[in-house]
């Protein structure tokens, strides 16, 4: 009897786990597909100074032009992506794409965003920087977004790296900032040009202030001041977060309030 129920219960396991199985290959089969295609690319979200809205940049976010579901965000496939590393070819299709859109001419910069594994491939700075110049796209106008995970797990190589980049003109920004370790005492060591303040952070500056995002936002502007690292609120939604931010000292901002991601034809 136990073991009936058993053979049962694993059966019905075992067609989870083959429906499961069969989704992610179809996913992963999906990915090598678009790559050949060039189903990819950038959509772009504008930077803009808090104190008059001027644009002073952009970010390069990853969409998939996807045959049957449509323009996909890097949240429905990253995760596999990453796993098959696949991610990193999709990576550079877009430094790719936005690197020829640099060399087309416009104003500002573009960053891009690097995941922690692919920074942590060897020849990633001189990588870039080489397709860059093939590009003939301006290394002063790409900057990198990493998190901190990417600083910490071999820190010598980040500062190497990131020593190469920015004296090439590639500068980094750090991104989500305050959701990761925030071991505050490396960040002075590291040459890095901007921190961008985490949404879940700037959601919470409003009317009626979260006094814990408050603090929090008030202490990485600090830090930041005190460091020479210029700052940006990340997912400004309303007019409220944005006077909160501006009032806290923070320089820069990027939010649905100012532009959601769009394709380079309807940039601004
Ligand atoms: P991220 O770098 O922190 O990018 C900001 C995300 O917040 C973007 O989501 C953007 O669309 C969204 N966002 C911007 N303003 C607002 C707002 O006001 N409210 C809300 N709720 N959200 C806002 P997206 O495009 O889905 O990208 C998600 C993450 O995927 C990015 O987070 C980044 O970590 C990663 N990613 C995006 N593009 C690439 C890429 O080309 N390569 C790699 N490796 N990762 C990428
Ligand atoms: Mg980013
Ligand atoms: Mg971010
Ligand atoms: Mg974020």
Not at 185 to 208: C, Q
């Amino acid at each position: 009897r136990a073991k009936a129920l058993g053979r049962g219960r694993s059966a019905v396991f075992d067609e989870h786990m083959r429906e499961h199985a069969m989704r992610l290959l179809d996913l992963e089969a999906d990915l090598r597909r678009a790559i050949n295609r060039d189903d990819f690319e950038p959509w772009y979200q504008p930077i803009v100074r808090l104190s008059d809205s001027k644009v002073i940049g952009h970010e390069a976010l990853l969409r998939w032009n996807h045959e049957q579901r449509g323009v996909l965000a890097p949240g429905d496939f990253m995760g596999l992506g990453e796993d098959s590393g696949l991610i990193e070819q999709v990576d550079w299709m877009l430094y790719q794409q936005v690197a020829m859109e640099l060399s087309a001419g416009g104003e500002g910069y573009v960053s891009v965003n690097v995941s922690p594994r692919h920074f942590r491939s060897a020849d990633f700075a001189d990588r870039l920087l080489r397709m860059l110049d093939v590009c003939g796209a301006d290394s002063r106008r790409l900057r990198i977004e990493i998190t901190e995970v990417a600083l910490l797990d071999d820190a010598p190589r980040a500062l190497r790296m990131l020593r190469t980049l920015r004296d090439h003109g590639v500068l980094a920004q750090l991104d989500d900032f305050g959701t990761g370790f925030s071991a505050l005492s490396y960040l002075h060591n590291f040459p890095i040009a901007t921190l961008k303040i985490d949404r879940s952070f700037v959601a919470g500056l409003h009317g009626e202030s979260s006094p814990e995002s408050m603090a929090v936002t008030r202490a990485i502007l600090a830090l930041a001041s005190a460091l020479g690292i210029e700052t940006i609120g990340e997912g400004i939604e309303t007019d409220a977060q944005r006077l909160a931010l501006r009032d806290l000292g923070c320089e820069y901002g990027q939010g649905y309030l100012f532009g959601h991601p769009v394709p380079a034809t309807q940039r601004g």
